[in-house]
C-alpha cells in the first residue's frame, strides 16, 4: 500500500527519514503520548489532517493565505508500507476504535510508529480551496515538481 505525508517544512531533499514524535499541534480528543508519523491514503486526507485547520476549517486557513497572495506550499512523500510489520503501523479504523484519533476515518489516517525513509515525489501550492453551501471543502493544488 502506498501511503502519504505532507510537510509544511521545504526542503531540497529527496529522500528525508521521519522519527515518531508526539505532535505539538494536534486535533481535540487526539491521543498526546504516542509517537508517530502521520500518513492519509491521499494528498487531500493528509491536508484535512492538518491540526490547526481542526477548528476553524480548512477552507478558513487556506483561503486566508491565498487572498494576501502567501503561496502555501507543502512537499509529499510517499512511503511504500510493504516493508513495514504489523506493530509497525496503525491503520484508521484501529486508531478510531483504540480513540486515538477521533477523525481518524474522515482523513483515512495511519500511524507509522517506527522511524522511517521517504522519498519526495514532489511539492504542491495550494491554489483555491472551494467551500459548498454545506461546508465540504473541495482544495486545488499544482504540482511542482522539485
Not at 505532507?6 to 499541534?25: A, H, M, W
Not at 477552507?59 to 510493504?82: C, E, H, I, Q, R
Not at 513495514?84 to 484508521?92: A, C, F, T
Request: aromatic letters at 10%; charged letters at 25%.
Amino acid at each position: 500500500m502506498k501511503l502519504f505525508h505532507i510537510s509544511g517544512d521545504i526542503s531540497d531533499l529527496n529522500e528525508i527519514s521521519f522519527k515518531p514524535r508526539v505532535p505539538l499541534f494536534r486535533a481535540k480528543g487526539e491521543n498526546d503520548t504516542i509517537p508517530r508519523v502521520c500518513f492519509s491514503d491521499s494528498i487531500l486526507g493528509c491536508l484535512r489532517a492538518i491540526p490547526e485547520c481542526d477548528e476553524c476549517g480548512l477552507g478558513y486557513k487556506m483561503t486566508k493565505k491565498l487572498n494576501f497572495n502567501t503561496p502555501v506550499l507543502y512537499d509529499v512523500y510517499m512511503l511504500d508500507t510493504s516493508c513495514l510489520g504489523d506493530k509497525e503501523i496503525l491503520n484508521p479504523n484501529q486508531l478510531k476504535r483504540l480513540e486515538y484519533v477521533p477523525d481518524a476515518n474522515n482523513n483515512n489516517e495511519y500511524w507509522i510508529l517506527s522511524e522511517i525513509t521517504c522519498s519526495k515525489i514532489f511539492r504542491i501550492n495550494i491554489t483555491d480551496v472551494i467551500v459548498d453551501e454545506q461546508g465540504n471543502e473541495e482544495i486545488l493544488y499544482e504540482k511542482l515538481f522539485t
